[in-house]
C-alpha cells in the first residue's frame, strides 16, 4: 500500500473518513441488469491491514451521530481482511466510481492518484440480483426502512411494518446511511446501506442489499458524491 503520508493526507485522516472526495428509505429489493464489469485486477495490496493501532481503534470506536449513539467495533472478533484501507489501483475508472465486488465481499471507492479505498460487505439476498453499472441517485442519513410486500408475507411477523415501516435508529436494518442506486434514471431498488450487525460482513446474509458496517458506510456516504458510477460485479449464478 502507498504511504498516504507522501501525498501530504495521514492514515489517520483516511481511516477517520477526513481525506475523502466528498464534502459533506426504502428497501425493496433489487431488479435484474446486465452490464460490463469492472476488471478487478487492477488492484492490488489486497492483504490484511499493517496492524490494529489506535488509528483503527478510533475509526471503529463509539460513534455519536444524529443523535444516535453507534456502539464500537470489536476488533478482536471482526476479520480485519474486512476493515476499512487504502490500497492501490491501477485501472481505467475514474475517481469517485464505487465498485461492488459480491464474490470477494468488497467494495472499492476509487481515489486520486492511484489508490482506492476499500470496505468489506456483507451480501444479502437482494444484493444478488441485480449487476451492471448505475449511479447514486441520491443519499440518505439513517433512512426510514419499509419492507417490500414480498417479504412481509414471507416473514409474518413484519406485518406492523406493512406500509409503514420502521423509524430510524440502531436496530434499523438500513442501519445510519443509505445510497440509492438508479439506471437510465430508473430505480434498480439496489442499496448501499449500514447495519447494526457488524458480524455479518464478509457473509451471505438472508435479506438486504450490501451491507456495511455502520461506521463504514458513514465513511462512504462523506466520500461518495451523488450522481457517482456504481459498478456490480456477480459471480456466476449467485444466490443466497
Request: with cysteine; proline share 8%; charged share 20%.
Amino acid at each position: 500500500m502507498n504511504d498516504p503520508t507522501s501525498r501530504g493526507v495521514s492514515r489517520r485522516s483516511l481511516l477517520l473518513g477526513l481525506g475523502g472526495l466528498g464534502a459533506t428509505a426504502l428497501l425493496s429489493g433489487c431488479a435484474t441488469a446486465s452490464r460490463p464489469m469492472a476488471n478487478l485486477t487492477a488492484f492490488s495490496g489486497n492483504g490484511l491491514p499493517p496492524g490494529l493501532d489506535v488509528d483503527y481503534a478510533t475509526a471503529y470506536g463509539p460513534i455519536y451521530d444524529g443523535g444516535f449513539q453507534i456502539p464500537p467495533i470489536d476488533l478482536n472478533r471482526m476479520d480485519r481482511r474486512y476493515l476499512r484501507r487504502e490500497i492501490e489501483y491501477a485501472g481505467p475508472e475514474t475517481p469517485g466510481t464505487v465498485i461492488i465486488d459480491t464474490p470477494t465481499r468488497y467494495a472499492y471507492l476509487i481515489q486520486p492518484n492511484g489508490t482506492a479505498m476499500r470496505y468489506g460487505v456483507g451480501i444479502g439476498r437482494e444484493g444478488f440480483a441485480w449487476e451492471g453499472r448505475a449511479n447514486i441517485q441520491y443519499k440518505r442519513e439513517w433512512p426510514r426502512w419499509t419492507p417490500p410486500n414480498e417479504m412481509i408475507d414471507r416473514q409474518p411477523e413484519l406485518e406492523n411494518l406493512r406500509g409503514v415501516g420502521m423509524d430510524p435508529g440502531l436496530k434499523n436494518p438500513l442501519g445510519a446511511r443509505a445510497l440509492y442506486l438508479f439506471q437510465n434514471g430508473q430505480d434498480t431498488l439496489y442499496r448501499l446501506h449500514g447495519t447494526p450487525e457488524w458480524w455479518t460482513i464478509g457473509k451471505a446474509v438472508s435479506s438486504g442489499c450490501v451491507r456495511f458496517m455502520n461506521h463504514d458506510i458513514i465513511d462512504l456516504y462523506n466520500r461518495a458524491q451523488s450522481g457517482a458510477t456504481v459498478i456490480v460485479n456477480q459471480p456466476a449464478g449467485a444466490t443466497v
